[in-house]
Structure formats: structure tokens, C-alpha cells
């Protein structure tokens, strides 16, 4: 009888697809069928390129709007809105913001809840037939006839509510998020329902902000003499209520984003939220008896004392790729190349700052590229690429390839072919093709030519390309780029690689099969220079303390087998190959620990909302534990709100989860605001002690449980900087226990390693600990039984849960000192080996003329005049693969090693035209070992290796060292 079509987009989608709405509404809505619009609005730009208010858009197309602020209000008001298209023959729409859209909760969905009332007399008009005449009448049906349909449906099923007193002087009038910040506002201050009848204040919560109900708002603003109209952005709401009161013979006086005196009030921009609009209120409302006025200034007080808090330095995490991600090398350049960014995860390149990704503007969906083509022609420069998503390019992105064809201007389009749309939650692309098929497209629509670079070239065998297609591995991008700014007109480079964290759930889940294989870094050939890091921007990559220096390592659980690490010009790359069943030791084996924690200590019953802020990174399983929780609520018989906000987070981006459980049915805003958190679960300090997150809790109220682990955030890898690595410097958990009630800390991340070899189960056991010390108001049996719900990894999920509430018994290893550096008497045993004992004889030599002549120099000196008297050439490199002690370590450490792969690429080999590392297994250890024992060779006529310039220099760095020490102990002392 009917069809319900349901549109969604965000902001930009409403605003691109402005043309299809317009139209799609004037034809109107036939027979039973019904039309819903759902317009995502980031007032707040928390995940979006520009902030949305999709309200004006809505209206100049001629669409209704409802404002839903709860999940329950989607359900319920998105039934109003179907049953009022159906109606009235208009499309209609939701308004969902982004705390609603991010946010969940317990909804009520029984089929008996909704009965509409349909207005008698009225019959729709539609026409598909959009011609001239047609148009004309159907315009007069959509602004006109629709309109009074629209409201003959909201009188008989009235929608809009009024609160408060009913000879109120004060009204407020706010819709959605606004409604129910509001409440929390006057909750704060100390204003009950009963105080706001004292005061005179009344409240309408509108639910259609589009056309606004004339009568229910005269009704509402009868006997009022000052209205307030709160709402985020410009003036939309507040247009309408003026509007519908302007000609009233009495009014009150209209106040919103201007005072009464024509002041700025509410702002224009951002969002609110209670702290904001607590201060607001006590701008405009009358004078305050005197114990509620003592009340707001508590609270006004508090809010004061939270905005002065001091928040650690470094304490910002911003998103990064995951480990593996294409995109860490995808979108790299060359020097002297630009680059166009656009929507997308690579689009995060834009927030980490490094020159060599060339990004020199940015896009809107759709339009990548077309600055270029009005830019080319009064450009000195030839050539440019641009970034570009699959699911872009199969959504609006093929037209923005097609007029650069059009115009003929020189650009390359990098088409970052990951196979998910990663950033919303990694959907398949809608319309997308394989890529040998796109190539042949790509070639009929102009493309000059098509590089693919392929993460698996096998995969191609036998699939037709276009025939100006060319295929390689994705190691030769840097040989791409260079080709492709030669070609004259448009050229396209497709990156063939799976999105990692797609890949990752792939293989927990078991669709794929665990790579046989892993890399680990030696850390004796490491010379801890990072180049591994520049040239995969891998967050697995860790720095760790040696007693030769800091060297990389690679963190195995969080790593997502990529390699590209392993392009760094480097030696001390080791590929283990792994027979079936083999892994990291404490993972491969598969032994879930046991634990037998006392029963955790009772927890006091709710009688009001109780909070909890859980801040953590992302890719860490934050949202799954607060989806666990809420779900034990439920089956506790509590009523959750739960809210994530994820942001633009990936891997090593902070990620935050608010949760708020009340005994009974209630709309708490779903994000906590100052000081109202009755629980931090600090999964990650760093994270809980930022300026967005800290002046959330308090001293007076809030309890802790902390991770003391701090996890590098990517900018410090970067930049090889050692977060509060100082003396005396004040950490983020130094921050959160000086600013809660009483806390408990534990090496959360530690005992995860510890028991699991996987850093992934430390919430779960921050989770434990937390309930064990009765912090979390829910019972042991509830969430387990959540967990056992969720269904993934039950086992040891449930093994984490028990380890953190035995935490006081299960203390993870204390965190490894830092390694103290070699003695002068290790240092010359390694001279020994390296060379000879003569070689030796030469540093100790001059140290001892060191030590005696200038002690307080003399540490750093040992140190530089040892790394450079023991460089890692052809010989040194192979002496130390084979010690037996890395040997050793590696069987310690893996589980059913089948051989072992050392990844070198001399100089010597490169200069003869090796272009890539050679891989050498077990049958090149004799070679190694003849190697190795060549070392007499070194620097002499008959050293092959020393012969390339690169040698050489090392040679001649020692002798400058030593010569810039010995002018430096000639010199006269300084009087």
C-alpha cells in the first residue's frame, strides 16, 4: 500500500544533494508512502572538515524538521515524522546532532506506544511530473497546502511540550540536545522542578523546529514577560517564535542570540553545553531568592575553578594511522611535490604536519582537484597530485577526475584503494569495482596512464588492465611519483592495500589466517636512528633503553604485520617464519590464565545518576567495554546513556566514552560535563589529564581507577621525545590524584603483557579492578554475563575481568629501570670483538687521557667515540646477527619458529644495482660466520666493502672525533 524511503547524509551531504531534496519534496509523497530526511549536524567540526546547521538548508528546500535530543526521541520522533509525510504529502526530516548520533541508550519499542490522529477533509496532491505547469502548482501544494497539513497534524497529536509554572514571567523555548542541556544546567545550579515554579520560569521543548506551531507558541508565551530562545548556531528557531508572536497584542520580550539591550547572548557558533549555559542563565534571569542564588554561585564557583586547572604538558593525542595502514606511505611525497587533501582517513595527513606529505590545500567531497584547474593556468607549477578514497571515488569522485579531464590540466590522482570505508566504520564503498575494471574506466574517460601499486601484484594474474595500465609493487612508489609529474594531462596511481584495521578484525575473527611470518628489530644492529619510523609512520614502533642506547622494537601485539618498517635503510630487520600454531610465546600457546579473586567489595544502590568518564585510545576496545557495561546495566535493571566520542580517532587517537546509569527511566545529557563524574576510568592518563577531559572530575566527587602506563602518543615517536621523561616533572597521574577523591593505580597495561601477551586486554583488567574495589555500581554476575553476550574471546575476556580484580595479588613486573651503559672495561671487550685488541687499546688509550684531563666530560665522550668506533658495516652486522644470545632471546620469546630470515642491503650490492633487501635464511650463516671472521680486512686494501664512499665516511668520522678530543685536552684550561 506504501513504501517509507529513509535518506541520511551529513551536513555537506544535505547541502550537495540540496537540488535532489528540492525536487524529490515539490513532486511529494503518493498513496501511503512516506519520505524521511535524516540531516547529520558536527555543530562542533568534532569529525567533519567544516561544522554543519543543516536547519536553513531543510527549510529553503521546503521540508519539515523534527529535533530529536535522545535515542528514544530518534524512535519516537521518527514515527511522528513518517505518519506526518504519509500525511501531508512532504518529505520530512531529523535533525541529529552529533552527542545524539554518538550516543545511545535503553529505548521503549513497543508497537502500541504510537496512535496518530489523522486531520478529516485533507487530500495530497504528488506529481513525479516536474514540468513548468506542473511545477507551479506543486510548488503552491509544498509551501502552502503541506505547510497547513503539517500543522492541522501537529494540533491533533500535539508533540511540543510546556514545563514549569503556569503563571510563569521567564520562558525558555529550546529543541533536541539544547532541551536536555538545559535541564542539566538548572540541575547543576540547584534548581529543581519546584524551584522553577518559584522562580516563574517556564520551558517549551519544541520537537518540530520547522514550521514552528504559531498556537503552541502563543499558548506558551501567554503572561510571559521575557522569553529566552536557546539553541545552538544562527537564529532559526528564534526567527520563527518571533514571527508567530510579532502581531500579539501582548508579547514578551524576545531574547536569544542578543540581550535585551542588543548584546551578544547566546553565540553564534560552536555548540553549548550546561557549564555554558548555566552562565547564561544567570545573565538573564530575575533576581535569586537568596538560597538559590547561594546555590548558582557554588556552581558558578566550580565551574571557575575548573577552567584554572592546570593540565600536564604533552597532553594531547592527536589521531594517527593505524600501524599498517596504507595510508602511512601512500600518501607520502617527494621533495618539491604538492599534494590536494580531501575527506577520508588520509585526510588526517593534513593534522600530522610533515612536509614530505606536500599538502598545500584541501577539498570538499567531490571536488578534488578542480582548485587545480583553476589554478594551473597562473601557476608557475606544472603538476600536481591529489588524494582520493575509494569511497569517494565511487561516490561523488569520478565527476572531479572527469573535469580535470575536461580541462586538460596535469595531475595525478591518487586513489587510496583500501577496500572499507575506514573512517564511519569501515562499510564496503557503495558502487565499487575491482581494479582492473576501474583502470579500463579510467582509460575510456581520458586517464593518460594508470600505475597500480599493489601490496599482492599475485592477485592480478590473469585480470585484463587497461592497456595503458601499468602494474608494480608497492615499494616503487618513489620511481611512480617521479614518473608520473612527467605526463602530460591526468594520470592516476592506484594504492592496492587493505585497510589495516579491517584487516585486524579480519583475522581476530578468523576470516583471515594470521600471516606466518613476523618482524622483529635486533637490537644490537639497530643504531636507534629511526628510519624505519620515517618510512612507515608505523605506531608499533617503540623506542626502548639499551645499555648500548635507545634502539627501535617493535610492540608485537598492537602490530599489524605491514613491514613497511622494513623499507628503513637499515640491517636489523629479522623476519621469523613460523610453522602452523606458532606465535609471540605468551599468545601462541593459548593457555588462558586462571585467577581466584575474593568477591569485590558491595557498592551502594543509585538513587540519582551516576557517572562514570573512561577516556582511552582508540583501537583498544573503549567503546566495547562501555557497550558492556550499558548492557549489564540493563540486565541489572538500570537505564544506561552511554556516548563515545571517537572523533576522527584511529590507532593511538584518544578516544573517550561517558557512560551515566540511573535507577529509573531519565534523559541525562549523554556527555558528562564539569565536575559531575562519579567514576574515571583512566584506561589512558595521558588522555584523562587533558584540558577536555579534566576539569570533569573533582576532588569532591570523583573516584579513580588509573593505568599508570603511558603510551607514547605518535607526535613523541616522531619526534623521539620521552613524555614527562624529565625529573621532578608533574605526570598525568601525578594530575588525576591530585584532582580525586581517592584512586587506585596499577600497571593496567603491564599485567595485560604480563598474562595475555597482548596489550588489548588492559581495560578489561582496569575494568576489574575498578569493580573489585566496589567503584562500579553493578554486580560482578551482570557483566559477565554482558561480556559472555558480546561473544568475542569470552574466555580470556572473563580471565582479564578476574586478573584485574585480583590485581592486589597479580602486581605486574615493576617497569624496567633504565638500563645502565656499559663499563669501560664491556666497551673494550666489544672493541675486541669488533676488530682487535690493538682497536681497543687506541679508545681505552684516550679516555684514560680523558678521564684524567676533563672527568666531566668524559662520559659523553666514551659514549660517541664507542658508537663510532664500532660502525655497523658488512662485517660488524654479520658478527652480531649471529650471536647466540639474540638466538637465544628469539626462542625465548616464539613460539614454533620454522627459520629465520635476516633483510640486508649493503651499500656495496645497492651501488651494483640491488634495489631491493636481500633476504638470507639459514643456508647464509656459514657466509655470515666467513664474514664476520673477515673482519682483518677492514679498512685495508682488500676490503671490498670499505671501498664505497659510505665506508669511508664512517672511517673519517672516527679520525675527526679523535682529533677534535685531542685539541680539546691540548687546550689550556679556562681560568
Partial sequence: DGVVGIWYGKGPGVDRSGDALRHANLAGTSGLSAALVLAGDDHACKSSSIPHHSDFSLLNVGIPILQ????????DFGLYAIALSRHSGAWTSLKLVTNVCDGGGMVDVALDRHAFT????????????LVPTVANSLEFEAYVRRMDAVRAFHDLNPIDRIHGAPNARFGIAAAGKAY??????????????????????????????????ASFTRDFAAGLETLLVLEEKRSFLELQIKDALFNSAQRPTVIGKLDATGQPLIPLTGELDPDLIARLLLRCLPPLPAELDACARRRIATLDAAAALDTPAATIRTPNYCPGCPHNRSTLLLDGQISGGGIGCHGMGMLLGEVHRGYEFAAQMGSEGAAWIGMSPFSERRHIFQNMGDGTLFHPGILAIEAAIAAGVNITYRILYNGHVAMTGGQDAIGAIPIPALTRKLEAEGVKRTIILAEDTAAYYDQPLAANAILRNRSALEQTLRELEQVEGVTVLIYDQECAAEKRRKRSRGIYAEPSSRLVIHPRVCEGCGDCLRQSNCMSLVPQQTPYGERMAIHQSSCNKDESCALGDCPSFVRIHLKPGGGPRRTALKIVPKFDPPPPAPTPSLDGPWRMLAPGIGGTGVVTVNAILAAAASMHGLHATTLDQTGLAQKGGAVVSHLTLTPGPASPPPRINTANTHLLLAYDPLGAASAANLPLITAALTRAAVNTTLTPTAASLRTRFVLFGEPDTVTPVDTIVSNTKSQICLDATGLAETHFGSHMFSNMILLGAALQEGLIPLPLAAIESAIRLNNVDVDRNLAALACGRDWRRQSAPPAAATPAALTHEQRLAELTAFQNAAWAARYDALIQRVRAARPELAPTIEQALFTLMTYKDEYEVARLLLLPEFTAQLHAGWHQIERVEFLLHPPLLRRWGLSTKMKLGPAARPLLS????????????????????????ERALIAWYEDIVQRLLDAPAAP
Avoid: N
Fill in 68 to 75: 530529536p535530543g535522545t535515542p528514544q526521541e530518534i524512535l
Fill in 118 to 129: 489523522l486531520p478529516e477533509g485533507y487530500r495530497k496532491i504528488s506529481s513525479g511530473l
Fill in 180 to 213: 536536555y542541556d538545559l535541564r542539566q544546567a538548572f540541575t547543576d545550579l540547584g534548581f529543581d522542578d519546584a524551584a522553577l515554579h518559584t522562580l516563574g520560569i517556564r520551558i517549551a521543548q519544541y520537537a518540530i523546529t520547522y514550521p514552528v506551531s
Fill in 930 to 953: 666467513l664474514l664476520a671472521s673477515l673482519k682483518f680486512l677492514r679498512g685495508g686494501p682488500l676490503d671490498l666493502f670499505g671501498a664505497t664512499a659510505h665506508r669511508r665516511r
